[in-house]
């Protein structure tokens, strides 16, 4: 949930990647940001101001002494009170004036006269790229504190493949996302567990449940955005998990309480997002069994219990665990939360919330329950993380005092 509507100058420069400025627009402007486009005159032979200006719903600017500016300074004007601006693309040639300092068009000036955050998403054939002059530029606005997005690797106008491809409108729009994210962990330690278990029957079979790991991951990518180090402990998952995040892919229980206990000590705030399984088979099969006409009998022992052991801990990290329920919701959650000792439970209804993109969860504590609205995961999970900041803050000061 975002504090206000935040203000993005989107600059244009003129390579063949402009095309997908639009769509960077329309994910801004859907998510509620005000966008203010300024072209060069070299973009607009790539894509039209008219395009930018029906998506953005505000006049586009590309003359350095426009009138529809009171005094003639767009490219003072245009910046203040803007959270960002992002560069897409930004060419050899643009990241080559940003570097040395160079203004002679509207965006570059706006750029040398900002007070705010600089991104710049660069796009160009991978010799382009490469070449000594370019990198020198790139390490050049790195140490000047212009955060450089990507590039990627992949196929290029030109016909040939490599490094130099601009990241995709999505990839952006998340990066600016994280960016402006208030910092409310940094300094911090998360470890997080995400996704099911497979306890193994033979080779071939084994229990398991149907958590997708959607949730542990939002909630990884946005501790990240919030400014933690994220250590990420998954189950199998068919998901991309956030760059930023160490991560240790497991299969079975066992696997993640060792992959738990070798951070666990370390981590300021424990997140058990793993739908972890409550059993497992006694002895397991080295070679899959054979279906036959006789009844099938397997004999199961608990798992251990991962949260409760890093609750149980001499010093442990603020723990928050979570409950999926299919009925009784809040009766059954804060009674898990009672018997593991954690100062919050995150409850939701399973047959709701188990590989769906969205959820509504209850927070649930000492002092009572709170709702979070059904939204996007992702969504969620910058929610939750504002209220489990807060809540470390509290504990951290109360220990002090």
Known sequence: MEIRQKRIVLGITGGIAAYKAAELVR??????????????????????????????????????????????????????????????????????????GLADDLLSTLCIARECPLLAAPAMNRQMWQNKATQRNVAQLARDGIIILGPDSGDQACGEVGMGRMLEARQIFDEITSFLQPKLLSGTHVLITAGPTFEAIDPVRGITNRSSGKMGYAIARAAIDAGAKVTLVTGPVNLDA????????????????????????AADIFIGVAAVADYRVAKSSKQKIKKTDADLNLALVPNPDILAWVAALPKPPFCVGFAAESQKLHEFADAKRRKKKVPLIVANLAQEAIGADDNEVTLIDDAGSQTLPRAAKPELARQLLMHIAKRYASRRKAKKS
Request: glycine share 4%; net charge negative.
């Open 242 to 265: 956030p760059a930023a995040a160490r991560v240790e892919r497991v299969e079975s229980a066992n696997q993640m309480f060792d992959a738990v206990k070798k951070h666990a000590k």
């Open 27 to 100: 994910l801004l402007v859907k998510d509620g940001s005000e966008v203010q486009v300024v072209m060069t005159e070299a973009a607009c032979g790539f894509i039209t101001p008219a395009t930018l200006q029906a998506l953005s719903g505000r006049p586009v600017f590309t003359d350095m002494w426009d009138p529809r500016i009171a005094d003639n300074m767009a490219h003072i004007e245009l910046s203040r009170g803007a959270d960002a601006i992002v560069v897409v693309p930004a060419t050899t040639d643009f990241l080559a004036k940003l570097a040395n």
